[in-house]
């Protein structure tokens, strides 16, 4: 960051601004646009100017990307009120006599769905829910499911919506706008940054309100909102205020956006993998003698990829009975059908929802699993082999490393679900904070705006020359993290890089101005003469 004002020179008298004077006996809390009072030595009085100049880059930059995930995020936590309202049809039934087997409620659903590939099979937790049947279907995009609802007690079809993994279209549609803005790939890239400096930004502002000049009499300051006559310095009072009680929600939602985010999510994933805290699958292969040896899996490969090449497969038109995993299940050959795959889930302590995952060949096992993803969580998992109904492999979730752990509850967290309804609110009042800091931002930055000097013109950014403050002992290890950070966080360092080229080109801009005006004012002065 170039210097072209000294860093010690006092605001220009020409361009007052619309700040509001401080109002008589108050406690002046120090702005966040202007140096360190005193100007002394020390570390933070070095720091600070930098650490202002960055804040205020990234908040004016990078504040439109906060903004639209935290409004996507905001209508995002209302999403699974909305869709049990929407999808009440095809979700909830009126218990009436005994449930059907899942057999047969499986082959009323694949007449729903011709053709296409049973992958899963999902029992309700309640009597009043309905069992969901999924298929692959030729055409769809990648990673959604033609979803079949159906009646457990009358095997009556309730309809059929595509789905993306667990999520009905109308929670998908909200999903994919919080992510990408519904523009795929692409799209991705706005959440990514909004996450990679939203922990910047946050960390920053801690640091900067809490390091702000206070006398002890006003430590309340911290906590409380300051009253008091409309201005900036209020403004900055419910801008830091707010941001301090909500900082801890706002980490947690950056680091959980930026494990699932594309570029950033491979590194920390990769991390995660070194330092054991991978989340573990429970096997599905099996590998002992008979069909399931290694040798009869390639051979059933081999002929389920043959059979897609001549179109003989699960296309359309094609006989559902044509799938492995189909055959498996509706075949009388199979001692182990779906329903004596829940029965011995049950009796493995496995409760609540279940997913049952049909096996994809000859060579695999029936993988059933819990899906309760509020607190306490249940994510308990079992292999069948699907000849015997041997438990094959057996995975708990109290047996996962604790980084899986913390990754599961942070990621259930981020979505509303680890502590239901209140969960829901928590994530509501975190967005709505977000925003009003954002609005509160930009009101300060418009503030101190010039405004006797004709047309509308910016506020002021922090003064210049803030890096010639920091001490070098602190200055080089800051450089090598920033550097580490922009590797691991591309859409962190990118942006960087881009407010180091604004500023310097602003800086080149501002010098070219102020020579030329010299050149004016001394060519007139010697006229002058």
């Known amino acids: ?42 570390t933070w009085s070095g720091l600070r100017p930098l650490l202002l100049r960055l804040h205020f880059y990234a908040g004016v930059l990078i504040g439109p990307f906060l903004l639209v995930a935290a409004v996507t ?27 059907k087997p899942l057999t047969a409620q499986v082959d009323a659903a694949r007449e729903a769905v011709p053709g296409g590939r049973l992958v899963s099979v999902t029992k309700g937790a309640g009597a009043d829910d309905t069992t969901r049947v999924g298929f692959e279907v030729e055409g769809l995009p990648e990673g959604r499911t033609q979803t079949v609802f159906v009646d457990p007690y009358d095997a009556e079809v309730r309809g059929t919506l595509r789905t993306t993994g667990e999520w009905l279209p109308v929670r998908s549609w909200f999903d994919d706008l919080h992510r990408t803005l519904n523009l795929g790939d692409f799209g991705r890239n706005y959440s ?13 502002g801690m640091a900067l309100w809490l390091g ?31 941001g301090l009680w909500v900082s801890i929600g706002l980490l947690a939602l950056s680091a959980t956006g930026l494990t699932w985010s594309a570029h950033a999510g491979a590194t920390i994933g990769r991390l995660q993998d070194s ?31 043959t059979e897609a090449e001549a179109g003989a497969g699960a296309g359309p ?46 060579g695999s096992a029936y993988v059933v699993r819990e899906n309760t993803r509020h607190w306490p969580e249940q994510q308990d998992s079992i292999a069948i082999d699907p000849a015997t109904g041997e438990v094959t492999d057996k995975l708990l979730f109290d047996d996962f490393p604790v980084l899986a752990k913390l990754t599961r509850w942070g990621v259930d967290a981020h979505m509303g679900l680890l502590f239901g309804p209140a969960n829901q609110i928590v994530l509501a009042l975190i967005a709505v904070a977000l925003i009003g800091m954002l609005f509160w931002g930009y009101r300060m930055w418009w503030l101190r705006r010039p405004t006797r000097a004709g047309g509308t013109r910016f506020g002021r950014p922090p003064v210049r020359g803030a890096w010639r403050r920091v001490p070098g002992r602190i200055m080089a290890p800051l450089v090598v993290v920033a550097a580490v950070l922009a590797h691991c966080l591309p859409l962190f360092g990118l942006p960087l890089i881009c407010f180091l080229l604004v500023d310097l080109t602003v800086a080149q801009v501002r010098r070219r101005e102020r020579v030329r005006f010299e050149a004016h004012a001394g060519t007139s002065k010697e006229m002058g003469r």
Do not use: C
Not at 19 to 33: C, L, R
Not at 275 to 281: D, E, I, K, N
Not at 289 to 305: Q, R, V
Not at 321 to 331: E, I, Y
């Open 317 to 362: 038109g094609g006989s559902a009975a044509d799938s492995p995993a189909d055959s498996l299940t509706g075949s009388p050959a199979t001692k182990v059908d779906l329903d004596e795959a829940v029965r011995i889930a049950r009796s493995e302590g496995l409760r609540g929802k279940l997913v049952i995952t049909p096996p994809a060949d000859t």
């Open 275 to 305: 330092l054991g805290g991978a989340t573990p699958s429970v096997s599905s292969t099996l590998d002992h003698g008979g069909t399931h040896d290694s040798s009869a899996k390639a051979k059933a490969e081999t002929e389920a990829e």
């Open 73 to 99: 995020g905001l209508l995002y936590t209302a999403t699974p009120q909305i869709e049990s309202v929407v999808h009440r049809h095809e979700l909830k039934v009126t218990p009436h006599g005994e449930p």
């Open 1 to 42: 960051m170039p210097e072209t004002t000294p860093a010690s020179s006092p605001p220009s008298r020409q361009h007052p601004t619309n700040e509001a004077a401080p109002a008589q006996g108050t406690v002046p809390v120090e702005d966040f646009t202007t140096s360190a009072p005193g100007g002394g030595g020390g």
């Open 212 to 242: 702000a000049p206070r006398s002890r009499e006003r430590l309340r300051g911290l906590f409380v909102p300051r009253r008091g006559p409309k201005g900036r310095r209020r403004t900055l009072s419910w801008h830091g205020v707010v």
């Open 192 to 204: 990514e940054i909004a996450a990679s400096w939203l922990w910047v930004e946050v960390i920053g």
